[in-house]
């Protein structure tokens, strides 16, 4: 397979089905940066006077998103929160001091580090377990709070999570199967600073898919952590990302229709709708064959029945 | 040639020489969720890899919550 974008054709390193094209490493790294840079136009997430703060977890989104906005240029600095998962944040946190150290620096970026057990007095875990919780969602509450808290202290602009478009694809389903109207309305990849005390958040990443992410940091060499949270194991969101990606497989470009077509729907505003009986009385009208409604003049079954018998004639 | 794999961390060995899309197959792996690593290059699905070859497949799914 060869690059669809060099006029060389220089070997792929990567084939994109869902825009039928193929990119050799320095036309990959094009794309993806432009996928970024669309999108923070698109959902006007930031400028580059401001001043942005990534929350990075050591695992591919959160670095990639940390590397490419560096290199667009922009002022970002990162937050790493170490939950004191036993070996699991010992590793992600090297790998975050080492891009920081490695790369961040050289662009006059820094990184911030919370460390869970030093303000809570136990890891993660036992916090759970103190407090009847799931892990999961004692841990998101624990990230979510310390994202904002040290983007509105330390006067970030805005505040910016790695969140991809199988993220937010797996997320919609979700919530589409349960119905979960409150949360379908945060679900746009850029909230306001809604109230004083809120940081602005943006998800950089929504249009860029969990293996282009994948790629991108291997083709430019980011050192991330490839094992997983062990408390992640038999997740529902790794479930609706295996659906989706079988989905994707099938028909590529389902997982971004699904989640583009949602936020074009929410931008928006539905048009004074006529009911159904309404458009129905406004388009049909008898078939001059057969009576019954039709928006054609000859309705599909009699052109169907007519083309049949035709068909059927024996042949002189 | 040998194939490293994750979760859990663990290696193969797969007679080729074979096509990455064939590779996967195989192993009952989808390409949405993996990438294919030889060496330290990615390739794509078309690519022939040969037996000598030193080839990673790396999930990309990750997700909590
Ligand atoms: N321990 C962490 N420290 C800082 N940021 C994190 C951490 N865990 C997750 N994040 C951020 O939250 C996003 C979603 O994480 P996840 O829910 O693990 O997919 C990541 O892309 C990061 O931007
Ligand atoms: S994204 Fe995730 S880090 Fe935290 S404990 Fe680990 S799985 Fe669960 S929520």
Not at chain 1, 128 to 148: D, E, M, V, W
Not at chain 1, 197 to 213: N, W
Request: proline share 4%; charged share 25%.
């Amino acid at each position: 397979m060869n690059c669809t974008k060099c006029p060389t054709s220089t070997r792929a390193v990567i084939g994109l089905p869902r825009h039928n094209a193929a990119f050799c490493k320095a036309c990959f790294t094009t794309f993806v940066h432009e996928q970024v840079a669309r999108a923070i136009k698109a959902f006007k997430m930031f400028t580059p006077e401001d001043r942005i703060l990534v929350a990075v977890s050591g695992g591919k989104d959160s670095l990639a998103l940390w590397h490419i906005l560096l290199a667009l240029g922009y002022r970002a600095d990162a937050l790493y929160v170490n939950l004191g998962i036993g070996a699991y944040s010992e590793e992600s946190h090297r790998k975050v001091r080492h891009y920081a150290d490695t790369v961040a620096a050289s662009h006059g970026a820094k990184l911030l580090v919370h460390v869970v057990e030093q303000e809570a007095g136990a890891g993660i875990r036992e916090l759970a377990t103190i407090l009847h919780r799931p892990t999961c969602s004692t841990c998101g509450t624990i990230k979510r709070y310390q994202f904002n808290r040290a983007a509105v202290e330390q006067e970030y602009d805005v505040m910016a999570t790695g969140h991809n478009l199988d993220d937010e694809a797996a997320r919609l389903l979700g919530n589409v199967l349960h119905w979960q109207n409150d949360y379908l309305d945060k679900q746009s990849p850029t909230l306001p600073a809604s109230v004083e005390g809120f940081a602005k958040k943006v998800k950089p990443l929504c249009r860029l898919s969990e293996r282009e992410i994948a790629a991108y940091a291997v083709v430019n060499r980011i050192d991330y952590i490839v094992e997983e949270c062990p408390m992640a194991k038999g997740s529902k969101m790794i479930l609706y990302k295996e659906v989706l990606n079988r989905l994707e497989t099938e028909s590529p470009g389902t997982k971004q229709r699904f989640y583009w077509g949602f936020l074009d729907k929410q931008t928006t505003p539905a048009p004074a709708t006529e009911s159904m009986a309404e458009k129905d009385q406004r388009t049909l009208a008898p078939c001059d064959t057969c009576g019954q409604p039709t928006t054609a003049g000859t309705c599909s079954y009699c052109k169907m029945m007519a083309k049949a018998k035709t068909a059927a004639q024996p042949r002189a | 040639m040998l194939v490293q794999l994750s979760h859990p961390h663990r290696q193969v060995e797969i007679k080729g020489p074979k096509r990455t899309k064939e590779l996967l197959r195989e192993l009952n792996l989808v390409m949405e969720a993996h990438l294919v690593i030889r060496g330290d290059e990615l390739v794509t699905e078309d690519e022939i890899l040969a037996d000598a070859d030193q080839i990673e497949i790396r999930p990309v799914i990750s997700g909590g919550t």
